[in-house]
């Protein structure tokens, strides 16, 4: 009875205050954590899509975006398919929208056991914070990326390995030693290994990158590797760090394609989920550390409606900040395998 009393007081001198026209004061909204990393307005259009030119590195499609800035310009690295295996190429724009191709600047070496067929850049090592310019960062007087290469022809074919490569100006690459292999890692890795993505910790490279169990239909998951000197590197004891969700989740297949920033003293991990369904959606997941994530349930980047350049796969993420806007690019697919058109897209937080 005295509670009951107690609460009806607090009513009656609520409603007391707003008759006299004092307003009682609204709780205070909760902080929207997902709030700076929502990219709603997708472009319509590929920004980028297979050459179609016979014989091109490009020829059949491109996946795999990185976005930096250099020189009062935007760079976007991105992988090429020819029908035999992956290149990378790169090219550069003023706007985020349009741009222009520069040509190769990773490209297969015959003569090499492990690039003969692949060699797919993935990220080189940049500024961490979500709203930097996201520029790149040198060690030792050098830019640093990380690659993966698969051993066989064909579209994603064997266990991949991944490497690194230096480079003085970013265009010209000298190809490093492979660092992590499929069959040194623990069970979740052993199938190949996928997508890296290098960021350094205070003295720490952290090398994230997804890989997948042996078998069909394989899972895959994401986990970490770190290194005090680009050369000795040691997967880090939580791995995998993000793994594949439960039964009708959108990643509870695949939890791939690392990409880790910094905001306001938090860390966040965009990837892409596969599902059941057979759709693949950007998410992202946040954390405290750098080594310790927890998903959101909420998807980032969805497929689109049938007939929309991402109606199939809208995954692959990768951002950058500019003017007020964060774009988030990804690599969009339409239509079925293996006559699927496979491009990049872009979808900025401000509308267009």
């Known amino acids: 009875m005295r509670e009951k009393t107690m609460i ?29 990393y929502r990219t709603p307005y997708k472009h319509p259009k590929l920004i980028l899509g297979g050459s179609g030119v016979k014989g091109s590195f ?31 190429g790169i090219c550069e724009s003023g706007d985020l929208l349009n741009w222009k191709g520069l040509g190769l600047i990773m490209s297969r070496d015959p003569g090499d056991p492990v690039t003969r067929h692949n060699i797919a850049c993935a990220s080189i090592l940049r500024e961490n914070d979500l ?84 078998g069909s239909p394989w899972k895959e998951q994401t986990g970490l590797a770190i290194s005090k000197d680009l050369k000795s590197w040691t997967r880090h004891p939580a791995s995998p760090l993000l793994r594949f969700g439960p039964k009708g989740a959108p990643d509870d297949r695949f939890a791939s394609d690392p990409v880790v920033v910094t905001h306001d003293g938090k860390w966040a991990m965009f990837y892409f989920g596969l599902s059941t369904d057979g759709y693949a959606r ?14 959101s349930a909420e998807v980032l980047i969805d497929v689109g409606p049938p007939g929309a350049i ?43």
């Open 8 to 36: 009806d007081r607090r009513t009656l001198i609520g409603g007391a205050l707003a008759g006299a026209g004092l307003a009682t004061l609204p709780a205070h909204a909760a902080p929207d954590p997902l709030a700076p």
């Open 58 to 88: 490009d020829e059949k499609a491109v996946d795999c975006p990185f976005v930096f800035s250099a020189n009062g310009k935007f760079y976007l690295t991105y992988v090429g398919y020819d029908g035999t295996g992956y290149q990378t």
């Open 131 to 214: 709203r930097s310019p996201a520029r790149l960062v040198k060690v030792d007087g050098q830019y640093v990326a990380a690659w993966h290469a698969y051993p066989s022809p064909g579209y994603e074919e064997g266990p991949a390995v991944i490497g690194l490569a230096f480079s003085k100006d970013f265009m010209k690459w000298e190809r490093g030693p492979v660092i992590l292999r499929a069959e040194d890692g623990a069970e979740w890795e052993r199938g190949g290994l996928y997508k890296p993505n290098l960021i350094k910790v205070g003295d720490t490279f952290h090398l994230y990158y997804n890989a997948k169990t042996t």
């Open 282 to 295: 950007d998410l992202i997941a946040l954390g405290d550390s750098p080594t310790a994530f927890t998903k």
């Open 310 to 352: 991402d109606e199939k796969y809208a995954h692959k993420p990768a951002v950058i900040w500019h003017d007020g806007a964060l774009y988030h690019f990804y690599c969009a697919v339409s239509g079925k395998w293996p006559n699927d058109v496979r491009g990049l897209a872009v979808a900025p937080s401000e509308p267009w």
